[in-house]
């Protein structure tokens, strides 16, 4: 909820004639610290445990969400993302620790990955229908308190993560970052964290800025601009569900290539409809989520399927490399977004995240043409 407000913050902010300059390096400011802190985590967590890391990850969350409506410098949102950011490196890679020490089988993995990043959805879709309901009301002006809304549900979270029993992973000897990630890194690790960086910089795309292209570019009112990113978000989790529950009965690179095809083939529709038809149809309303259906099992599936081949001993420092390259794809992407719309380009917004995806396809083919080989 907290990482996926930020095509709130940016839709909310601009309005407070903060520019999209500024607000497209607000979100480095929550993605540099998760990348930097990540490899850093790997050794708090071995030392701390993954249950104690996730409840203070969820106690910082939830105090500083409590704050956050009281301050009212743009610089502290800064901070904020900083903080969040760096809760979220933590919450990651013990969830994906979890994941991997209890589950071995790649297609099992797959089932599970999709799982819980569709939780993720869930997240995204209340966030962002909670806080389009309070911004339309006549409370609008007292929308940063909806922050304190998810403060009640972190605390609610740790009272009932904290009933659970989870088992540790073995502590293994720590001979420092650099020679352990030597262990790790090879040809095909680093074409996995290139299809990682890509998928993460086309969602961040829709995620953050969606919101803003809506309002701005198909002149629709600040309730539905936000509802955008819902919808984007509900048919992510339809996405993510079904691809668990039918994922066993198809190859994993395959049903990931089918669904990349079927994200050009929206978006060739919606260039088509923008270019010769109308660059604002309210058609473009409800066909830029219908992209989250295909668009959200590729994260997953590519995880899993690499996360299967790594040791459970290296899975903590595989996962934060897969955190490092998520950021830094969420944080180039919307540098590069805050550019297109500051200096409105708006209409250039599909034809740039489609470079973006045949980008992803090319790197993504090679990938599996590389595992396929070493297998």
């Known amino acids: 909820m907290v990482l996926n407000c930020m095509g709130i913050i940016i839709l909310q902010l601009s309005e407070a004639k903060i520019t999209y300059e500024k607000l497209g390096f607000l979100e480095s400011f929550k993605d540099l610290p998760i990348a930097f802190i990540s490899l850093f985590a790997v050794n708090f967590i071995s030392k701390t445990g993954t249950k104690k890391s996730l409840i203070l990850a969820l106690t910082i969350v939830g105090i500083c969400s409590c704050i956050l409506p009281f301050v009212e410098v743009f610089w502290f949102y800064k901070l904020w993302f900083a903080i969040i950011g760096t809760c979220f490196a933590l919450g990651k890679i013990c969830v994906f620790g979890i994941i991997r020490n209890n589950i071995s089988e790649e297609k099992s993995l797959a089932k599970t990955m999709n799982n819980v990043e569709a939780s993720f959805m869930i997240g995204i879709f209340v966030v962002n229908t909670g806080f389009g309901w309070l911004i339309s009301s006549e409370y609008s002006e007292y929308w940063k308190f909806g922050f304190l809304g998810i403060s009640v549900i972190s605390f609610i979270t740790i009272i009932l993560f904290s009933r659970l029993q989870i088992s540790e992973p073995q502590k293994t000897e720590n001979k420092g970052i650099i020679s352990d990630l030597l262990k790790v890194v090879n040809k095909t690790v680093l074409l996995f964290l290139g299809v990682i960086f890509c998928i993460v910089f086309v969602e961040q795309s829709f995620n953050s800025w969606l919101p803003s292209f809506y309002k701005n570019h198909l002149k629709v009112n600040s309730f539905f601009a936000l509802q955008a990113t819902s919808f984007l978000a509900l048919f992510s989790y339809t996405g993510r569900t079904i691809t668990a529950n039918i994922i066993h009965k198809f190859s994993l690179?395959?049903?990931?290539?089918?669904?990349?095809v079927l994200i050009v083939i929206v978006l060739g529709v919606i260039l088509g409809i923008q270019f010769l038809h109308s660059k604002d149809s309210g058609v473009l309303l409800f066909l830029f989520p219908v992209i989250g259906l295909f668009l959200s099992p590729l994260y997953p599936v590519v995880n899993s399927k690499m996360i299967a081949l790594v040791d459970k001993e290296k899975i903590n420092l595989f996962?934060?490399?897969?955190?490092?390259?998520?950021?830094?794809?969420?944080?180039?992407?919307?540098?590069?977004?805050?550019?297109?719309?500051?200096?409105?380009?708006?209409?250039?917004?599909?034809?740039?995240?489609?470079f973006a995806v045949i980008l992803l396809f090319t790197i993504s083919l090679i990938y599996f043409n590389t595992v396929k080989k070493n297998i």
Not at 254 to 259: A, E, F, G, H
């Open 319 to 354: 996962t934060s490399l897969i955190v490092i390259f998520s950021s830094l794809g969420s944080s180039v992407s919307s540098i590069i977004m805050s550019i297109l719309f500051g200096k409105g380009l708006l209409d250039y917004y599909s034809l740039y995240i489609l």
């Open 253 to 260: 690179s395959r049903y990931y290539k089918t669904s990349l």
